[in-house]
């Protein structure tokens, strides 16, 4: 199978602009979350969809944002870019049986700077 | 809320030996996993090996085994016969069965030495 797929691998914009980010899932897997990495932060938890719901979410301001799609592919959207918001996205995928979540196996990641 | 602590920020190993990481968690939930992932200068993080709390025989992945302690809420990583390749960032997380809020560690930076 392939693996959690995420574009662009790199991405540079500047304050006040808004980005949009995707996420394609391991063939199978319905929930699909996402994470942001930073040195200062570590490992953040962004929001987790599933069948096109957002099930839960971080503590993260509502500039973030995301969607899932039928085909469970994901994206991750935020606005009005501040340069806190350089870090590493991280999204991933598992499978969900009776509710009961699984592993999850994370994509490469998008590098996104803010200048 | 469940935090999970790594109490070491780099060690070193030499090619060959064994080296054992840490990690502590708290949470008052039963059910639930521990997860270890790698994270090599690539970024791409990738499993290392999982274990469910019910389970109380400690999960086994080739070179790589956990020292799993409900009780004391411990979950060590012991890395056997350490190679070149090992050297990553690891990081020690946390999830429990109904929430996909996945909490990780600060990570440990191994490297290992030729």
């Known amino acids: 199978k392939a693996g959690v797929t995420q574009t662009p691998r790199y991405l540079i914009k500047t304050r006040g602009q808004q980005v949009t980010l995707s996420c394609s899932p391991i063939?199978?897997?319905?929930?699909v979350s996402w994470y942001q990495q930073t040195p200062g932060q570590g490992l953040q938890f962004l929001f987790e969809?599933?069948?096109?719901?957002?099930?839960n979410k971080g503590n993260f301001p509502g500039r973030f944002s995301g969607r899932q799609f039928s085909n469970s592919r994901s994206e991750m959207n935020v606005s009005t870019l501040e340069l806190g918001d350089s870090a590493l996205y991280l999204c991933?995928?598992?499978?969900?049986?009776?509710?009961?979540?699984?592993?999850?196996?994370f994509g490469p990641g998008t590098r996104l700077t803010v200048l | 809320a469940q935090t999970v602590t790594q109490s070491q920020p780099e060690m070193s190993v030499q090619e060959a030996e064994t080296v054992t990481l840490s990690c502590t968690y708290d949470?008052?939930?039963?059910?639930?996993?521990l997860f270890w992932y790698k994270q090599p200068p690539s970024r791409q993080m990738i499993l290392v090996i999982r274990?469910?709390?019910?389970?109380?025989q400690n999960a086994t992945e080739n070179r790589f085994s956990v020292n799993f302690q409900k009780a004391a809420k411990s979950f060590s990583l012991k890395i056997s016969d350490s190679q070149l390749g090992d050297t990553a960032m690891y990081f020690c997380?946390?999830?429990?069965?109904?929430?996909?809020?996945?909490?990780f560690g600060a990570g440990t930076r191994l490297t290992v030495k030729p």
């Open positions: 991933a995928s598992s499978f969900l049986a009776g509710g009961i979540t699984d592993t999850q196996y």
């Open positions: 063939s199978g897997h319905r929930s």
């Open positions: 969809y599933f069948s096109e719901t957002q099930r």
């Open positions: 949470t008052s939930e039963s059910n639930y996993y």
């Open positions: 274990q469910e709390a019910y389970k109380q």
């Open positions: 997380a946390f999830m429990s069965y109904n929430n996909n809020d996945m909490r």
